[in-house]
């Protein structure tokens, strides 16, 4: 059983930046990549941005240049820097690790808000 523990978000002003976290625990697996998706009220859940285990990274169009993802092997650990915050970048955001046989698994979630 794998559980995904997030952390970080919360409320900011806009222009404001956070940063999550999202560590797994409990069984031990080979990772091909953790992410981050996020869902806004009423709209789909949507790839935020993504790391491989070969270190490639990719980003929704919406975050470039503002977000910034990284990991740190030995702790098995995601970070989402997020930077520049927008009212439109508020929503649930739930970490992502798809396992080296492609299983997905989800956390949580956790609420980012920006007020204007």
């Known amino acids: 059983q794998v559980h995904l523990v997030e952390s970080g978000g919360g409320l900011v002003q806009a222009g404001g930046s956070l940063r999550l976290s999202c560590a797994p625990s409990?069984?031990?697996?080979?990772?091909?990549?953790m992410g981050w998706y996020r869902q806004a009220p009423g709209k789909a859940r949507e790839l935020v941005a993504r790391?491989?285990?070969?270190?490639?990274?990719n980003y929704a169009d919406s975050v470039k240049g503002r977000f910034a993802i990284s990991r740190d092997n030995a702790k098995n650990t995601v970070y989402l820097q997020m930077n520049s915050l927008k009212p439109e970048d508020t929503a649930v955001y739930y970490c992502?690790?798809?396992?080296?046989?492609?299983?997905?698994?989800w956390g949580k979630g956790t609420l980012v808000t920006v007020s204007s």
């Open positions: 992502n690790l798809r396992a080296s046989d492609y299983t997905d698994y």
């Open positions: 409990g069984s031990r697996f080979s990772i091909n990549a």
């Open positions: 790391i491989t285990s070969e270190d490639i990274t």
